[in-house]
């Protein structure tokens, strides 16, 4: 039984450019969540994706954006990147809105 | 708007030397979960506590809910280098996910 898988595991992007981030939930889980953790912070919560709307949006500018797929699988992209974009990237998968407990290895995005 | 803070900031004891960390939220919490992440890797989720007052233990780890369910604790007894890593606390707000800032811990050998 897989659990949540990240792809990829890191990137490197110029400033202005555009990334897709992808993620695959644990089997059996239906909502996505994505979270922005910097170097030494705690993570921060982008949005969620259930029934492959976005449910919930944290405090995050419209250049953050994403998808989610009928098997339940999930993209975040960002475009016009910023150098304060570089930070890894977490996918979480829960049950029905259930608190996420099942995160990804993340995608280390850097930004040059 | 929700907060959820850690203390400390960062910790360093001595192998052997017992270790808490305390998160307090802003608001009341219907639940709160525990997390490790580990240098260069992700949160792991450690445990849920869910009812005012609840203690759980994990072998060496007890995390302690408060009565009003608005702070919570961990902590490790007789640490070990395993238990490296920064340790975070998260609740839902509004069907939102928040995490605490993190206690860092380092354990010296």
């Known amino acids: 039984d897989a659990g949540v898988t990240q792809s990829p595991t890191h990137l490197i992007k110029t400033r202005g450019q555009q990334v897709t981030l992808r993620c695959s939930p644990k089997?059996?889980?239906?909502?996505v969540s994505w979270y922005q953790q910097a170097l030494g912070q705690g993570p921060q919560f982008i949005f969620q994706?259930?029934?492959?709307?976005?449910?919930q949006r944290g405090n995050f500018p419209d250049r953050f954006s994403g998808h989610q797929f009928p098997n339940y699988s999930s993209e975040l992209n960002v475009n016009a990147l910023l150098l304060g974009d570089s930070a890894l990237y977490l996918c979480?998968?829960?049950?029905?809105?259930?608190?996420?407990?099942?995160f990804g290895q993340g995608t280390r995005l850097t930004v040059v | 708007g929700q907060q959820v803070m850690q203390i400390p900031q960062y910790q360093h004891v001595q192998e052997g030397e017992d270790f808490t960390t305390y998160c307090n939220s802003s608001?009341?919490?219907?639940?709160i979960q525990w997390y490790k992440q580990r240098p260069g890797g992700h949160p792991v989720f450690l445990i849920q506590?869910?009812?005012?007052?609840e203690v759980k233990k994990q072998k060496r780890l007890t995390f302690q809910f408060g009565e009003a369910k608005k702070n919570s604790s961990l902590h490790i007894t007789a640490t070990q280098t395993t238990d490296v890593g920064t340790y975070f606390c998260?609740?839902?707000?509004?069907?939102?996910?928040?995490f605490g800032t993190g206690t860092s811990l380092t354990v010296i050998p």
């Open positions: 979480a998968s829960s049950l029905g809105g259930i608190p996420e407990a099942f």
């Open positions: 089997s059996g889980h239906d909502t």
């Open positions: 994706y259930y029934e492959e709307e976005e449910r």
């Open positions: 608001t009341t919490l219907s639940n």
């Open positions: 506590l869910v009812k005012s007052g």
């Open positions: 998260a609740g839902p707000f509004r069907n939102q996910f928040y």
